[in-house]
């Protein structure tokens, strides 16, 4: 049976020794297996770029579209200028200029406006995400049921059910909004070529790179409850650890399904690395995640484990 070296605790993130036992197993295929190359991803590494695959593009559209929500409810709560209370807590200001002097009082976002918003722990609506900091928003095209916004965010910090995210750069948002029934569903893409996130996350602060983003979240609410969230995309992302750096290039194959704290319950990934690939399958409660060294078609280890020992190695 092929052995695998698992690196100290010490010398890994928090969580990352715990490999279940499940998935040592599953890595066992017999004495016919040839030990990997030298430059292959190790299964505790494996597991953890997974786990940041999976989490951190969702984790990042979300407080992207919460920002935005929470901007929207402070312009139509008061007025420019003036400290507003927010609807579920916190406080907030915001100013603005525009092409249409009578449009600027009306509390609500017109093509060509710019706004520059400053929260402070501002929800829009009780239970919802808080957000501090301070972001710039350009509308740039508005219709019926759309809008598109140039963005700029400066270290807002967003909360989120499995930890805070700080934002900052620049990137376009286009929102989308249907409604059938009592059913709603908010559409939101996302797109730039490059942004910063800091993560905390786990009992741990990462701070991660993105390039080439373009993230679709789409979230349902019926009768005012969240009945399936969802996204898909591509993006590389980069980020630093003690045990060493990764800079990864994923893609959804199709969409993939979340619950309503942002975990996934089921989708596939495809998780480039430089030297080797990785895809990442998940159904309810269960991950399959396999390994090819040296990305030539041929999974060298596949490994099995639930998606809570997936998500408690993000971060």
Known sequence: MNRIKVSPIGRLPRALGAFSLVALLAACGGGSESPPPSNAVSADDAKSVSANAASMPNDTATAMSAT?????TVIASGAASATVSCPGGGTAVYQVTGPNAALLLNHQLDEGETYSVTFNACRSASGAASVSGAMTLLVASKTADSITLNTATNNVVVSLPHGDVTLNGSSTVTRTITTSGNTTTTTTHWVTPNFSITSHRNGRTSTFS?????????IV???GVVTSTSYSGTSTLSWTWPNGSFSITFATQGTVGCDADGTPTQGTWTITLPHNRLILTIVPGTVTLQVDYGADGTIDRTYIFTVNELMNTAG
Not at 68 to 72: D, G, K, L, Y
Not at 210 to 218: E, F, G, K, L, M
């Open 210 to 218: 993105y390039t080439n983003v373009d993230i679709t979240r789409t």
């Open 221 to 223: 609410v019926t009768n």
């Open 68 to 72: 935005v929500t929470t901007a929207e």
